[in-house]
């Protein structure tokens, strides 16, 4: 199993935990205005660290982002195999066929 498929798993398994006990159950408690703030601050440090140039601080903002995105679909109930469907369905498009679909 790889890395994103197994965190995605850890996710699932934290509904209904102690949220004093966990991080992910604490967000699932909070609910989706919560998690989808936290998923834009993220977006939002990620973006910082990306323009400031320092390489090690971008790992660790797009390691948080993936990972509360992962939350965040989680509590939409989609998969992650449905975004990686939708990613390989992509890749099967050619040029301008790809940016038209993906303006659908
Ligand atoms: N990958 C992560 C992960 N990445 C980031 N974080 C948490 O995400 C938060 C990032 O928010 P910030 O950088 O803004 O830091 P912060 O100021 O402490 O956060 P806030 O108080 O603003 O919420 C931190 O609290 C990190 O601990 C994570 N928490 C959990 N996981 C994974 O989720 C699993 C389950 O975690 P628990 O639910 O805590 O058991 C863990 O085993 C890990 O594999």
Redesign the pocket.
């Given at each position: 199993m790889d890395t994103l498929t197994r965190?995605e798993t850890?996710?699932a398994q934290?509904r209904g935990?102690d949220p004093s006990?966990?991080?992910?159950?604490q967000l699932q408690a909070r609910g989706m205005p919560v998690i989808a703030r936290?998923l834009g601050?993220?977006a939002v440090?990620t973006v910082v660290a990306a323009l400031s140039g320092d390489d090690e601080e971008l790992v660790g903002e797009a390691?948080?982002l993936l990972?509360?995105l992962l939350v965040l679909l989680g509590e939409k109930d989609i998969a992650l195999a449905q975004v990686l469907a939708e990613l390989d369905r992509r890749e099967g498009l050619s040029g301008l066929d790809e940016k038209a679909s993906r303006s659908e």
């Open positions: 965190l850890t996710i934290r935990a006990s966990s991080y992910v159950a936290k601050e993220e440090e390691a948080d990972f509360h």
